[in-house]
C-alpha cells in the first residue's frame, strides 16, 4: 500500500493534542507545530528517513530545540544497521524520532527518541515570525504534509473575516476594518486586495467582487467561511 505524507499528519496531530499541545499544520513551511505554555515542537513528515528530512530538521533548530523527524514504522524485521546508524546520527544532532504505524488499522504513535534541551542559539527573527503565525490563526483545518494544496494562513483567515465583514456591512472603508480588527494596516486587505476578492466602489469604499462572491458561496473554504460569518454576526454600524 502507498502512503503519503499526509497520512502521518493525523496519527501525530492526536498525540500532541493529548498531551495537551495546540496543533498546527503548514506553519511557515513546517508540517506540524505544537505549542503548549512556553514550549514549541517542530515535527517534519516524510515517507522514508533521507538527507533532505534531516536538512529539514536541522533548519527548524533555528526555532526551537525541540525538533522531531517523523517517519513510517519500518517493517518488521528492518531494523538492521541503517536503522541504527540513522537513531546514531539523529543522536548527535540532537533531532528526535517518531514512528507511525501506517500498516496497522491502530496507527499507532512511537516516540522512539526525545531530542535534549540545549543553549543552540535561534534565529530570533525565524522564531518571531514562526510565533507570529501560530498566534495569529484561530482555525486548525490544514493537514501537514500536502504539496499542492492552499494553505490556510492567518493573513488568508483574516482576507476572509474581512470579506464576512463585507458581506454582513454590505460595502467597507479601510479605516472601518482597521478599527473592526483593531489593527491599524488590517484595512488594506481592501485595498490591496491580494486575492481579488473585494472590488473599488469609489474613493475609499470598497464592496466584494465577483471572485469574492464566489468564494462566500462556494466550497473552497467551508470551515472558515462558517466561522467568521457568525463571527461578523457581531459587527453593526452605529
Not at 476572509?160 to 454590505?170: D, M, P, Q, S
Not at 483593531?182 to 466584494?208: C, H, L, M, Q
Request: aromatic share 8%; with cysteine.
Amino acid at each position: 500500500m502507498e502512503f503519503k505524507e499526509a497520512d502521518l499528519y493525523p496519527p501525530v496531530q492526536e498525540y500532541f493534542l493529548s498531551l495537551d499541545y495546540d496543533v498546527q499544520a503548514e506553519v511557515k513551511s513546517c508540517d506540524l507545530v505544537a505549542k503548549k505554555d512556553n514550549e514549541t515542537v517542530i515535527a517534519e513528515l516524510k515517507r522514508n528517513f533521507c538527507l533532505k528530512l534531516v536538512y529539514q530538521a536541522i533548519d527548524r533548530q533555528a526555532m526551537t530545540d525541540l525538533v522531531y523527524v517523523v517517519i513510517p514504522r519500518p517493517k518488521k524485521g528492518a531494523k538492521g544497521a541503517e536503522w541504527r546508524h540513522m537513531l546514531m546520527l539523529m543522536k548527535r544532532l540532537n533531532i528526535g524520532i517518531i514512528t507511525v504505524a501506517l500498516d496497522s488499522p491502530l496507527k499507532t504513535v512511537d516516540v522512539v527518541s526525545v531530542p535534549e534541551g540545549h543553549s543552540r542559539p535561534k534565529n530570533t527573527t525565524k522564531q518571531a515570525s514562526l510565533n507570529k503565525e501560530t498566534d495569529a490563526r484561530n482555525l486548525r483545518t490544514n493537514t501537514g504534509g500536502v504539496t499542492k494544496t492552499k494553505i490556510m494562513t492567518a493573513y488568508r483567515e483574516k482576507s476572509i473575516y474581512v470579506l464576512c465583514i463585507a458581506e454582513r456591512l454590505g460595502e467597507v472603508k479601510p479605516a472601518e476594518i482597521n478599527k473592526i480588527l483593531d489593527e491599524p494596516y488590517a484595512g488594506t486587505i481592501v485595498s490591496r486586495n491580494f486575492y481579488g476578492w473585494f472590488k473599488k466602489i469609489s474613493k475609499g469604499i470598497y464592496g466584494i467582487s465577483d471572485k469574492g462572491l464566489e468564494v462566500l458561496n462556494g466550497g473552497e473554504y467551508p470551515e472558515a467561511i462558517e466561522f467568521y460569518r457568525n463571527k461578523a454576526k457581531e459587527i453593526s454600524r452605529k
